[in-house]
């Protein structure tokens, strides 16, 4: 029988499966058959976005897997190129055809944008637009951080039900969390496992971080799947990266064991407090405007 995800309950009822596949830099011509494999392994969650130019793909692969759509969970993201009242609503359309269905259920503003945050806030008020007329089952922020919420939360109708953050055992945003905790949004960890630190030609990695590998071997676990379950029982959703069928299955494998309190806590005390993706303020018009295609 195929293993089954636990899943968050966002603060609007919909429920979000706690674990799922992320497809950035997975690359278009592998990303259909990854999501295949996902799915096959039971995955009901799938991440993209439109910045990662493979939302076609994903599509194709969720068809490709005849599981009905209503059983899968659909999230992507709108680039700032496309922030903006109209220019969101009509980013929307361009996603929602790319991926061939007509509702999503869950989509985000991919960055803050905090040079320009009044498109930000136009762009979310497009967003409660979809909302309101159910074209989005859910509505989120990704990369926000606690300054750009407040801001949000301030000219806002709707509390963002996600913010998808970069979090693994060397950075943990604990404080971004804890505001998560007292606005009733959920955490969705991106690189969870590391790999922005494992891949950007760091000598110091998770994947070889010995308090990880112990717990792993007194698991009988790898310690990508040590830290996909310190996510799960922390209470955070999770959607690691990969385009290997075996990898992908690994990651999926995280519902058979328990990690101890003083296990959890080890991993909490790993936290360096340095991030490995940009600086969410870095990431402006000028330096990662790009134009999204149409559908």
């Known amino acids: 029988m195929t293993a089954k ?14 674990l799922g596949l992320g497809v950035f830099q997975s690359p278009p011509a592998e990303t259909a058959a990854a999501v295949e494999a996902a799915i096959a392994t039971g995955y ?21 897997s005849g599981i009905p759509r209503d059983e899968v969970f659909i999230e992507t993201k ?4 496309d922030y903006g009242y109209d220019a969101t609503l009509h980013a929307f359309d361009k996603s929602a055809r790319k991926l061939g269905v007509d509702h999503l259920d869950l989509l985000l503003l991919h960055q803050p944008l905090s040079s320009a945050f009044d498109r930000t806030l136009e762009a979310y008020r497009a967003l409660e637009k979809l909302l309101a007329d159910r074209r989005v089952r859910a509505i989120g922020v990704s990369n ?27 950075f943990q945003q604990t404080a971004l969390q804890r ?10 960890a991106w690189s969870p496992i590391g790999g922005v630190i494992a891949y950007g030609g760091r000598k110091k990695t998770t994947f070889a971080d010995p308090t990880l590998l112990e717990i792993g071997r007194q698991c009988c676990k790898s310690a990508a799947q040590v830290m996909l379950r310190w996510h799960l029982q922390e209470g955070r959703s999770a ?17 058979d064991f328990e990690l101890t309190r003083e296990q959890l806590a080890a991993i909490d005390a790993l936290d360096t407090e340095v991030r490995g993706g940009p600086e969410p303020d870095s990431i402006t018009l000028e330096n990662y405007g790009r134009p999204i295609p149409e559908a």
């Open 44 to 64: 009901r969650l799938i991440d993209t976005a439109a910045a990662y130019f493979n939302e076609r793909e994903v599509g194709e692969g969720i068809r490709r």
């Open 78 to 81: 709108v680039w700032i190129s």
């Open 179 to 188: 505001m998560h905790a007292q606005h009733g949004i959920a955490t969705q």
């Open 239 to 255: 959607i690691p990266k990969s385009v290997k069928p075996a990898r992908i299955a690994e990651n999926f494998e995280v519902f």
């Open 5 to 18: 995800s636990p899943s968050i309950t966002l603060d609007n009822g919909v429920q979000m499966p706690a």
């Open 144 to 170: 926000f951080m606690p300054e750009h919420l407040a801001r949000l939360l301030g000219a806002a109708s709707v509390v963002p039900a996600v913010n998808q953050i970069e979090v693994h055992p060397y």
